[in-house]
DNA sequence: GTCTATAACATGATAGAC
DNA sequence: GTCTATCATGTTATAGAC
């Protein structure tokens, strides 16, 4: 083992390769998670698609389940702090950037959280997150909880409807049109009045 | 067959029974793809619901999937026509039915669109109905069915958020105090202008 | 010895026999 | 209407390759 210190640069240690073939099966798990969704995923499909055996996810994963939760395992959102006006624009910003290209791991969350209760659990804690940080930021109120609840889950609608369900209206539509669109509602949501 | 006319009242023919038997298999299935999607419904616990056995179910229905769209299917929501404020009002009180008990179809529908092709084309075609609906009672202007789809949308995320997630924000809110939390915003968005 | 591949078993959808 | 057979899948156990 010890005998020949790294013959070439190029050539990689049994390690190495174990991760890389482990990165490899991660990457075609978020993307196949993304594409179907949990339960429409095989561990078939996803060792064919990283050029493996079957046997071989389950060896470094232990389970389908596992599996998934390592694919979309994902850095947290940048918290936001600063006035609500500002944290409108960003979360608009955001949706932008969802509108576009959203990445896999939340899509196969998005895409399972339905129909999958672990899926649903990461999701919950995941938009959790997402309110408590918007609600800090709103003027204090009783329902300032509330109302953050109902843009962030507004906009998850919307991303569906636009993302997942491809519906016309929602796609035919340019991002920069649906955020001045979405932008004056927003505003009126995070403003507190009764 | 036709030799004995109708010896009872209460003794019901061959095909009321097989009529009743199917009614109780598409009930079951509307209440367990509610609960469960289509996927991690099986036909067996169908068929055990019912009382029934599981190739029975098939005899009925042929596939899980036609099990799945009659279950499903069900009479369109009554088209709104009106002007925008009522119709707002409108699409509160059915979001306020909505946060109460949705009904097993559209749950079936709702939890399941996101990873079943078939559900995703209902719930298009539902949706896109819905968004018809809505854009032609408002304001004539090139995005009006931008902002109807975008006011369903939403509320199809509040409702996820609400019933499908339970979100605690969302769960410990009364009905009426979402519906007039979101009334302003949904009125700014029905609301033409640039 | 460690990585990979093959075989075996359980459950579920579905088709055909009875 | 019920029972049995076939096929796909998740999962585990076991054998083969380097």
Redesign the pocket.
Known sequence: MTDYPDPAPTAPT??E??RA??ARILDSARALFAERGF?????????AAAG?????????F??????FTEAVQTTAPPPGGGDPDALVDQLLTSLDIKLGGLPDGTLATLRSMLTDPDAAEHARRALGGQIDSLAAALPHSDDAELRAALVVTAMVGITIGHQLLALPALRDAPADRIAAVLRPAFKCLTREAT
């Open positions: 049994r390690v390769r174990r073939t482990r339960q429409r995923t095989t561990v078939r499909a996803v060792a493996v055996d079957p046997a071989l996810v389950m060896q470094h232990g389970t389908k389940r596992q599996l």
